[in-house]
């Protein structure tokens, strides 16, 4: 079975500089989330979009922005990278399911290093 | 604000040995809870989602169950490849579509032979 794609798998840049995490959402599936996972951490949800808008907003710097595209992958944009951003960052994606429901599926996630 | 707590933080089982990991949540309106099982380094893996109290899924070696209050995740007769982190999550009722999840802090689980 298909599964969420994320591009790329590994990323490292130095401080102050910019990046762009990319996903490719299940197919059929019209949401996508991201989630920023921490060193011994559990996710921690960052924004989320339905059918190409916002819908939900977590604890996500002014640093980084997302958008949907109308094949519904995603891009995430950090720039001025701080030693702190060095995180696995998952996408996950959702069908809207029973009782509305979104169970999310997660790619294998990128882990980005800021040296 | 959601909250979800689990216990224990780690647990260390010989092959075959059945335990019980708990999940607690508070949640305004509960949409769903879920359970994913993550690898080191690896995206979370779905295994379960349930809906209301009185609720039970299975699979294999793995049985979740819901309260109003917690979850359990039931290990049966477990084997080393059941070795990983166990995560559970709560949604909350907001809206229509992208809901966030909220993690608890996730049991490892160490099976050995």
């Known amino acids: 079975a298909a599964g969420v794609i994320q591009s790329p798998r590994h990323l490292i840049k130095e401080k102050r500089e910019t990046a762009t995490l990319k996903c490719y959402p299940i197919?059929?599936?019209?949401?996508v989330y991201w989630y920023q996972q921490g060193p011994g951490q559990d996710p921690q949800f960052l924004i989320s979009?339905?059918?190409?808008?916002?819908?939900d907003k977590g604890s996500i710097p002014d640093r980084f922005s997302a958008q949907q595209f109308s094949d519904y992958h995603s891009e995430l944009n950090m720039s001025s990278l701080e030693l702190g951003d060095s995180a696995l960052y998952f996408c996950?994606?959702?069908?809207?399911?029973?009782?509305?429901?979104?169970?999310?599926?997660f790619g294998p996630g990128t882990r980005l290093t800021v040296l | 604000e959601d909250q979800v707590t689990q216990s224990p933080e780690a647990l260390r089982l010989q092959e075959g040995e059945s335990s019980s990991l708990n999940c607690s949540y508070t949640?305004?309106?509960?949409?769903?809870l879920f359970w994913y099982r993550q690898d080191p380094g690896k995206g979370p893996e779905f295994l379960f989602t349930?809906?209301?109290a009185g609720e039970e899924k299975e699979k294999e070696r793995l049985k979740a169950t819901l309260t109003k209050k917690e979850s359990f995740l039931h290990i049966t007769a477990p084997k080393p490849e059941d070795s990983a982190t166990y995560l559970c999550?709560?949604?909350?009722?907001?809206?229509?579509?992208?809901?966030?999840?909220?993690f608890g802090g996730g049991t490892r689980v160490l099976v050995k032979p």
């Open positions: 996950a994606s959702s069908p809207i399911g029973r009782k509305g429901t979104d169970t999310q599926y």
């Open positions: 197919p059929r599936h019209d949401t």
């Open positions: 979009f339905y059918e190409k808008m916002q819908s």
């Open positions: 949640v305004s309106g509960l949409r769903g």
């Open positions: 349930l809906y209301s």
């Open positions: 999550a709560v949604q909350a009722m907001i809206k229509a579509a992208g809901n966030k999840l909220t």
